[in-house]
């Protein structure tokens, strides 16, 4: 069984930074792409950012240029840099891994989230 265990959530003013980390545990072959949603009640879960194992990133518009995606493939860990952060982005985040199992299964895995709140 995976595991992905989200850490670096809180609160911080508007303008203030935050790091998010995630790390992937469990059995499995390899890791194909980690990354970031987050969801706000009442709305769909959204995309802030994903990483590929070759290090391409993709952004939300959003979040362009204040956010920076990046990951440890030795420690299969992938971290968030929030920077210039504004009240919008209060959300549960949740980390996602797209793996492939023991069996070279493509699988998603979802973290259990955590809680980003951002005071103007």
């Known amino acids: 069984q995976v595991q992905l265990v989200e850490s670096g959530g809180g609160l911080v003013q508007a303008g203030g930074s935050l790091r998010l980390s995630c790390a992937a545990s469990g059995s499995f072959f390899s890791i194909n792409t980690m990354g970031w949603y987050r969801q706000t009640p009442g709305k769909q879960r959204e995309l802030v950012a994903t990483?590929?194992?070759?290090?391409?990133?993709n952004y939300a518009d959003s979040v362009k240029g204040r956010f920076t995606i990046s990951r440890d493939n030795g420690k299969n860990t992938v971290h968030l840099q929030m920077n210039s952060l504004e009240p919008e982005d209060t959300a549960v985040y949740y980390c996602?891994?797209?793996?492939?199992?023991?069996?070279?299964?493509?699988?998603?895995?979802w973290g259990q989230g955590t809680q980003v709140t951002v005071s103007s």
């Open positions: 990483i590929r194992s070759g290090d391409s990133t």
């Open positions: 996602l891994a797209d793996l492939q199992d023991l069996q070279y299964i493509r699988r998603t895995f």
